[in-house]
């Protein structure tokens, strides 16, 4: 048998919402009996958008538009000019179609990831790198969510050092906060150091111009 305290605070509870003006999408206020139909088209509608989000996901031949990285960065809190996700495009952008596709995607993660150089263009794989890193997409990234990739990359010997490049003066140990938003992660990843000297680069050149002057 239910208690009579339990029915009184239900009857409670249901005289309070319904008390309450419920809305369909027009903002047009329903009644009580008009609203399990518009409950049901609610759900009906919630999964023609999940379908519609699958069939997106699963699509092989999906791209990242212009508009997409102009999504994603506005959701963590950067606005960035036209010119600028255009920019960020163009670098990977392998047949011009003003779109990154997967082959290309790949491509420039690949490039980023054994890049010895220095000199890999890295505007979009900074951005992705930390849309990675931000696995729960807080927003900002930890120094939990990033050590054990830079410990795949780097090994243990170079973990610390590579910490330290990366949050400086946030790092927990130097009496920071251990957290960087994109802002900050971009400002410490975004200085490359070019690893070639300038005699290499005249040999390097030096050498092309022979092999090109031998097939002319």
């Not at 309070?16 to 609203?35: H, L, M, R």
């Not at 009496?175 to 000297?197: F, P, W």
Request: charged fraction near 30%; hydrophobic fraction near 35%.
């Amino acid at each position: 048998m239910i208690p009579e305290s339990w029915k009184y605070l239900y009857l409670q509870v249901t005289s309070t919402f319904w008390a309450s003006p419920v809305q369909n999408e027009q903002g047009v206020d329903i009644s009580k009996y008009q609203a399990p139909q518009e409950l049901k088209r609610l759900q009906e509608e919630i999964v023609e958008l999940k379908t519609s989000e699958k069939k997106a996901r699963d699509d092989p031949n999906k791209k990242i538009s212009i508009r997409d990285l102009d999504a994603a960065l506005k959701s963590l809190g950067r606005a960035c000019t036209k010119k600028q996700l255009e920019y960020m495009i163009w670098e990977v952008d392998e047949n011009l179609d003003q779109h990154v596709d997967w082959q290309e995607f790949k491509l420039m993660f690949e490039r980023n990831t054994t890049d010895q150089t220095g000199l890999e263009p890295f505007e979009l794989f900074n951005i992705v790198q930390f849309m990675t890193y931000d696995e729960d997409f807080k927003g900002h990234i930890t120094e939990d969510d990033t050590m054990s990739t830079l410990f795949a990359r780097h090994g243990r010997d170079n973990l610390e050092d590579q910490m330290t490049k990366l949050f400086g003066d946030q790092l927990k140990s130097a009496g920071g906060e251990g957290i960087l938003t994109l802002e900050q992660y971009l400002k410490a990843v975004s200085v490359r150091q070019v690893k070639e000297n300038k005699i290499e680069y005249t040999v390097v050149t030096e050498s092309m111009s022979k092999t090109v002057n031998k097939l002319k």
